[in-house]
């Protein structure tokens, strides 16, 4: 027996569908004769995942991530597979379930609307039956981590994005959940309340051990928060694995920028890497661009080249954007194989 805490298993999850005919005569023939299809969301889903590990769960619109989420949730029942979370099958024991999880689903706020943000929390301590000391010792952390003090007694209607989704989180932790499950918890936030809601998230995993499932198309989540990723294509997982092992599969490609001290042709800068497999590309003045793989060439084998060829002022290299890894799993997906 694993001792996973949330293990999935051939999940499956098909939804029956109605093709309309056009037209009235077509209505009308629908009435009498409608057309029937399946649709699998979620194809044969397998996942184990142990406790205080945090997640990143991505893939295109319609993938099937959030019909995933909501399976695990309790919200949806699959059509078939199995899904045990701490031991409990989240659709059969749903109300001792969801004492154990905590969701954030972007946009849609679980907070009331026209309360003022405390008096939210008073009702989900009386929901979800916290102790005052524990419910005292909560909001003392999410003073201290969210900063949320300062509009506790402010309407949510007038919280600004930013502020709801920190006060959301911790709505979503007051009753100290083992599993946190994030549908785009960033979507709309701007660049200082994005990075507030991940160093808490970096917080509640490492100091509280919370296991977080987080689905995000802002992928600089991932890149920040997650070392394993999971992907999912038209319902069916193609990767699950370390972040960096991603890109090991797709290949290492370097990006790499270098400025010169004096003007040089770009054909010049590109004659002191002959016979190695680096592509340069259009200068910048005494900028210069280039992108390598690390499968194929050593970084340091490049740099050598070039400081022994021209004048280099500094150069910097970086790894290949996570979008970039995402996009060439897909294209993999997509090509025929041989």
């Not at 319609?62 to 695990?72: D, I, N, R, Y």
């Not at 932790?173 to 507030?196: M, Q, Y």
């Not at 001290?261 to 200068?283: D, K």
């Amino acid at each position: 027996m694993s001792d996973s805490l949330i293990q999935v298993r051939g999940l499956t999850r098909d939804y029956r569908l109605t093709k309309k005919r056009e037209g009235v005569t077509g209505g009308l023939v629908d009435l009498v004769r409608p057309r029937r299809e399946i649709l699998r969301a979620v194809n044969d889903v397998s996942f184990e995942i142990p406790t205080g590990e945090m997640v990143g769960y991505i893939g295109a619109n319609g993938a099937g991530k959030s019909t995933t989420l909501k399976m695990l949730t309790g919200i949806l029942t699959p059509t078939s597979g199995e899904v045990t979370v701490g031991g409990l099958v989240p659709w059969e024991q749903r109300l001792q379930y969801t004492r154990h999880i905590g969701a954030v689903f972007g946009q849609r706020t679980q907070l009331w609307w026209d309360l003022a943000v405390v008096e939210s929390f008073r009702l989900l301590q009386k929901i979800y039956e916290v102790e005052e000391s524990v419910y005292k010792r909560q909001m003392e952390t999410f003073h201290e981590l969210l900063d949320i003090g300062d509009f506790l007694h402010q309407p949510v209607r007038k919280l600004s994005l930013g502020q709801r989704m920190r006060c959301d989180l911790a709505a979503a932790l007051l009753h100290g959940p083992r599993v946190l499950f994030l549908d785009e918890p960033t979507i709309g936030l701007d660049v200082v309340a994005k990075e507030n809601v991940r160093e808490f998230l970096r917080e509640i995993r490492d100091r509280d051990k919370v296991t977080i499932i987080l689905t995000t198309h802002d992928l600089a989540d991932i890149e920040q928060l997650c070392k394993r990723v999971i992907i999912i294509d038209k319902g069916q997982v193609h990767f699950d694995g370390d972040l960096e092992d991603l890109r090991v599969r797709v290949g290492q490609k370097v990006r790499l920028t270098v400025d010169l001290r004096e003007s040089v042709a770009s054909e010049v800068l590109a004659e002191t890497t002959t016979g190695l497999p680096v592509r340069w590309e259009t200068a910048e003045g005494n900028r210069h661009h280039a992108e390598f793989n690390r499968s194929e060439v050593a970084g340091g084998e490049v740099i050598k080249s070039l400081v022994n060829g021209v004048h280099v002022k500094d150069l910097h290299m970086a790894e290949q954007p996570i979008e970039e890894v995402v996009r060439d799993i897909y294209r993999q997906q997509k090509e025929p194989s041989a």
